[in-house]
């Protein structure tokens, strides 16, 4: 079985992280998937070490899907370097990581929608 967590940096505003548990329920639901979990690097609950940990029992498979724009320091430094320590811990538990939300086609679409609605907000 394989599980999914949307891994976000994490917020102070606890508003800001539930909005980001709320995207990993919806993804949940509308993909049809049993298992998935918000997480943070930091600011946030839980870390992604904590939610790999909980799913390691549950699944054999897990796919992180950064909620996050670029390949950046985050991505490139610090994501595989939590992985490595849950790999430590669960050798066993298969961590593939997705790539960021750049380049993605919907990202023009969205930032299309944005857009038109500011602009035909009236002044």
Request: net charge negative.
């Amino acid at each position: 079985m394989t599980g999914y967590v949307v891994f976000a940096h994490g917020s102070s505003i606890e508003s800001a992280n539930q909005a980001v548990r709320v995207v990993a329920a919806d993804m949940a639901r509308r993909g049809g998937l049993d298992i998935v979990e918000a997480a943070f690097l930091e600011g946030g609950l839980p870390s992604l070490g904590g939610a790999l940990a909980s799913m390691a029992d549950r699944v054999s498979h897990v796919v992180v899907v950064p909620y996050f724009l670029t390949l950046g320091l985050h991505l490139q430094r610090d994501l595989p370097r939590l992985i490595g320590e849950v790999k430590l811990a669960h050798p066993g538990l298969r961590i593939d990581v997705a790539a960021p939300l750049d380049q993605h086609p919907a990202m023009v679409d969205a930032l299309l929608d944005r857009a038109r609605e500011t602009a035909c907000k009236p002044a």
